[in-house]
């Protein structure tokens, strides 16, 4: 097929029948993927919802490292932008050691 001798209109003709194709074409390989995953996943004993569940893992908090020495409240883990009453009492002379929990 040469495109060059193709109309405008067929052109357009042309552009959706190939859009329709690859739609087709799209829903069957997803339909194959599917059996596949499916086939699989029976071999090694596994249901659908086994399959497709997601395994949440839940983190724990992590705790405190330094604390503001006269304001318990104010912590701070070691993780991340040092707070700024952090920097603002190391600029005074304190060290990291003095804020330890």
Same mark, same amino acid.
């Given at each position: 097929? $040469?495109? *060059? %001798? ?6 357009? $003709?042309?552009?959706? &029948?190939?859009?329709? *194709?690859?739609? #087709?074409?799209? $829903?069957?390989?997803?339909?194959? !993927?599917? #059996? $596949? ?11 659908? *919802?086994?399959?497709?569940? #997601?395994? =949440? ?5 992590? *705790? !405190?490292?330094?604390? +503001?020495?006269? +304001?318990? &409240?104010? %912590? /701070?883990?070691?993780?991340?932008? #040092?707070? =700024? /009453? ?13 804020? !330890?929990?």
């Amino acid at each position: 097929m $040469q495109i *060059e %001798t193709l109309s405008y209109p067929e052109l357009l $003709q042309l552009k959706s &029948d190939v859009e329709s *194709e690859i739609a #087709k074409r799209e $829903q069957e390989e997803k339909s194959k !993927a599917r #059996k $596949q995953i499916l086939e699989i996943a029976r071999t090694y004993g596994l249901s659908v *919802e086994e399959v497709l569940s #997601k395994s =949440v893992s839940v983190r724990k908090p992590v *705790e !405190a490292k330094y604390c +503001h020495p006269e +304001h318990p &409240d104010m %912590t /701070w883990t070691g993780r991340g932008r #040092k707070p =700024v /009453w952090v920097v603002e009492l190391l600029a005074a002379g304190k060290t990291l050691a003095d804020l !330890a929990i």
